[in-house]
T-cell receptor, first 112, second 113 residues
């Protein structure tokens, strides 16, 4: 299974941008980079995903390195509600499979 | 739109007892997943259904865990007999198909004493 490496924890101040890094040096050409986050006592929720190009949505931006061996999730203005564990996941679709393989993720703390 | 519903939210049992968890996915979602999340770890896939067929159950401990998705809608995950190491949150997720974004329920927290 393709693997990702993330810092165990990060801290941010409220209303400041946050850059959450992810390394995936063994990524294959067909792997999509997905980000999910898990707020306390809730199930994970989808944040964003991409293949090669940078992506933006209402929640965040995803910056993908040109060689695709790393990516960065960007929260433009962190709020207290963004405190969560953020998972960077490589998702490959084989046959009818497409399940998410979670690592330990990065626990983001946001200080007021 | 209603999300993924799971019940019960909490369950405490003694080892060697049995327990069942229920999941109602988002209407129209063909793919359903059960994940196990042990405290401090990321979720681990137990089983994936496409409609009412099993796509992947390679990490399901089949000697004690079973799951079914009758009629391709609701699903039940059963553990019998439970062990101490089964204490975890059991998460159900659904997606439109195997390529779609996963929507997770709030989970069922199991404590085995």
């Amino acid at each position: 299974d393709a693997k990702t490496t993330q810092p165990n924890s990060m801290e941010s101040n409220e209303e400041e941008p946050v850059h959450l890094p992810c390394n995936h040096s063994t990524i294959s050409g067909t792997d999509y980079i997905h980000w999910y986050r898990q707020l306390p006592s809730q199930g994970p929720e989808y944040v964003i995903h991409g293949l090669t190009s940078n992506v933006n949505n209402r929640m965040a931006s995803l910056a993908i390195a040109e060689d695709r061996k790393s990516s960065t999730l960007i929260l433009h203005r962190a709020t207290l509600r963004d405190a969560a564990v953020y998972y960077c996941i490589l998702r490959t679709y084989g046959g009818s499979q497409g399940n998410l393989i979670f690592g330990k993720g990065t626990k983001l703390s946001v200080k007021p | 739109e209603a999300g993924v519903a799971q019940s019960p939210r909490y369950k405490i049992i003694e080892k060697r007892q049995s327990v069942a968890f229920w999941c109602n996915p988002i209407s129209g979602h063909a793919t359903l997943y059960w994940y196990q999340q042990i405290l401090g770890q990321g979720p681990k896939l137990l089983i994936q259904f496409q409609n009412n067929g099993v796509v992947d159950d390679s990490q399901l401990p089949k000697d004690r865990f079973s799951a079914e998705r009758l009629k391709g809608v609701d699903s039940t995950l059963k553990i019998q007999p439970a062990k101490l190491e089964d204490s975890a949150v059991y998460l159900c997720a659904s997606s439109t198909d195997y390529r779609g974004e996963l929507f997770f329920g709030e989970g069922s927290r199991l404590t085995v004493l």
